[in-house]
Nanobody
């Protein structure tokens, strides 16, 4: 059974950094992505890595997505964090190498990890 397991969330002050990890067990994927959902808001795209790498405008220049295919793991380095980055961050995976901003294009999801940024 394929599982995506996130880690690395936590509490940080504004301006700080966190590094999230998501390990896929059982197989590798052509594309992996990060999404986030804040309380009372819809899930939103953060970053994806496939044939190309894409970012949401709100995190561009602050967040970096990277992958270790040998470990079937995707990372999200988050720098210069802001209170508005507070959310549950979930990783997602799909078999196509075309990175997508749409959550519906991903068939595999992790359970999420909480990131809280204080002002």
């Amino acid at each position: 059974q394929v599982q995506l397991v996130e880690s690395g969330g936590g509490f940080v002050q504004a301006g700080g950094s966190l590094r999230l990890s998501c390990a896929a067990s059982g197989r590798t994927f052509s594309s992996m992505a990060w999404f986030r959902q804040a309380p009372g808001k819809e899930r939103e795209f953060v970053a994806a890595s496939g044939q190309i790498i894409i970012y949401a405008d709100s995190v561009k220049g602050r967040f970096t997505i990277s992958r270790d295919n040998a470990k079937s793991t995707v990372y999200l380095q988050m720098n210069s964090l802001k209170p508005e980055d507070t959310a549950v961050y979930s990783c997602a995976a799909r078999d196509s190498e075309l990175a997508s901003r749409q959550g519906a294009m991903y068939g595999y999801w992790g359970q999420g990890t909480q990131v809280t940024v204080s002002s």
